[in-house]
């Protein structure tokens, strides 16, 4: 069975600044994706960063970077010159690959906060 | 618009008083699921479904059931629901593109 684990409950950072979520994840797959989601307090799930586990290269979108390790089997979430509007719970998900028939495994979840 | 529909949006029921959340998605996805939300817990998946009439169990199936007539359909049940099921519930839907799945708005229910 796979496991993913946010060992930070709870972050708070200035606007502006550069914050760095964490996740690792054990699997025994080889072949599998790993997602960064976003929870703003209208509970909406909103996919931020997706990551082929067969890429080396790291993801981005925008502000939004993540450092993935594949030995270490770990995940990271860089958010850059964060904003008010990043406030929100993080989960880090892993699915296998197919389409992830068997649905999404999540960790407990980051809840971020930017302080204006 | 491509979107997962939950509904109702909140709901307060109780103990023992049968219920349906239901779930629709319009973007012809073969996979849902089911997942309920819990302080500390994160998201926990109940209920799987990879086609019509293939569902399977997650991780914490106990007093729920689901169906899957339609493609377009996975409804969640609960028989007789308890105080221990209030949570946030979420259905998701994905297609085998590997591109993640797709959440529906989210159902928060209260058993008293």
């Known amino acids: 069975a796979q496991t993913v684990t946010q060992s930070q409950p709870e972050m708070s950072v200035q606007e502006a600044e550069t914050v760095t979520l964490s996740c690792t994840y054990d699997t025994s797959e080889s072949n599998y994706y790993l997602f960064w989601y976003k929870q703003p307090p209208s509970r909406q799930m909103i996919l931020v960063i997706r990551q082929e586990a067969y890429k080396q290269q790291n993801a981005t979108e925008n502000r939004f970077s993540v450092n993935f390790q594949k030995a270490a089997k770990s995940f990271s979430l860089k958010i850059s010159d964060s904003q008010l509007g990043d406030t929100a719970m993080y989960f880090c998900a892993l699915m296998y690959s197919g389409g992830g028939a068997d649905g999404l495994t999540f960790g407990k979840g980051t809840h971020l906060i930017i302080q204006p | 618009e491509a979107q997962v529909t939950q509904n109702p949006r909140y709901l307060i029921t109780v103990t023992g008083k049968k219920l349906t959340v239901t779930c629709s998605q319009n973007?012809?996805?073969?996979?849902m699921s089911w997942y309920r939300q819990d302080p500390g817990l994160g998201l926990r998946q109940i209920y799987y479904?990879?086609?019509?009439?293939?569902?399977d169990k997650g991780d914490v199936p106990e007093g729920y059931k689901v169906s899957r007539k339609e493609k377009r359909n996975f409804p969640l049940i609960l028989e007789s629901p308890s105080p221990n099921q209030t949570s946030l519930y979420f259905c998701a839907s994905s297609s085998t593109g590997n591109y993640g799945y797709t959440f529906g708005s989210g159902t928060r229910l209260t058993v008293v």
């Open positions: 973007m012809n996805h073969e996979y």
């Open positions: 479904s990879m086609n019509v009439e293939v569902t």
